[in-house]
């Protein structure tokens, strides 16, 4: 089973940069598709599902992202390193929450529902 561990968050200001990583251990990341989600505050309640934002396949061939977040964002992959990473440049205020990652070995979906393996989340915080 793969493990994943998110890393990359913090505290930022309007306009700034962050680079998150996703890493894969257990076994090779190579094959899994990958997907961020985040989980905006005040969003925990039951029912409240974590919002799609960027997803890639096994092989970086097929890349999505959520309308709120193209041309800002840029998701890729190293499978080399089993990490997935997502660029986010000219962060904003509603850019705040949980970020997650996800893996699937099928091709990514933007469903959270549909993912059974997660990461334990990375807290990205966009002061105006």
């Known amino acids: 089973q793969v493990q994943l561990i998110a890393s990359g968050g913090g505290l930022v200001q309007t306009g700034d940069s962050l680079n998150l990583s996703c890493t894969a251990s257990?076994?090779?990341?190579?094959?899994?598709?990958a997907t961020w989600f985040r989980q905006a505050p005040g969003s925990q309640a039951p029912g409240k599902d974590r919002?799609?934002?960027?997803?890639?396949?096994?092989?970086?061939?097929?890349?999505n992202y959520d309308d709120s977040v193209r041309g800002r964002f840029t998701i890729s992959r190293d499978n080399a390193k089993n990490t997935v990473y997502l660029q986010m440049n000219s962060l904003k205020p509603e850019d705040t929450g949980v970020y997650f990652c996800?893996?699937?070995?099928?091709?990514?979906?933007?469903?959270?529902?549909?993912?059974?393996?997660w990461g334990q989340g990375t807290q990205v915080t966009v002061s105006s």
């Open positions: 996800a893996a699937r070995t099928t091709a990514p979906v933007s469903s959270p529902n549909e993912y059974h393996v």
């Open positions: 257990g076994r090779t990341f190579n094959g899994w598709s």
């Open positions: 919002e799609f934002v960027a997803s890639i396949n096994w092989n970086g061939d097929n890349i």
